[in-house]
């Protein structure tokens, strides 16, 4: 699994800390039954944690409302539900492509 993603905060007048980043979507394993992920490395120094971390935010303009999870090298994974897997492939998006992602903490 290649993690290719760079990721960048963003501040806004209100201290509203977003992060944003392009990244593939990936599978979480190879077994049957896998995650479809995006994976966030380096997100560690900018989340200042290794724990799960709850976010919202957007994946290809689509909303997202979830935790990211620790995922080994100072990186978590963002797990995509059914739903917004679906919407992806429905554009055309599948395992491979890459995605535009813009979280925040919630």
Request: no cysteine; net charge negative; proline share 5%.
């Amino acid at each position: 699994m290649t993690h290719d993603a760079s990721a960048r905060s963003v501040d806004d007048e209100d201290d509203f800390e977003e992060f944003t980043f392009r990244a593939r979507l990936q599978s979480d394993s190879d077994n049957a039954g896998a995650w479809t992920v995006v994976v966030w490395p380096g997100s560690y120094e900018l989340l200042g944690s290794r724990m799960p971390v709850k976010v919202a935010g957007t994946v290809d303009d689509m909303p997202v409302s979830t935790s990211v999870l620790p995922f080994g090298d100072g990186a978590h994974m963002l797990p995509l539900r059914a739903d917004v897997r679906r919407r992806l492939a429905a554009r055309g998006t599948h395992l491979g492509d890459e995605v535009a992602v813009r979280l925040h903490r919630r």
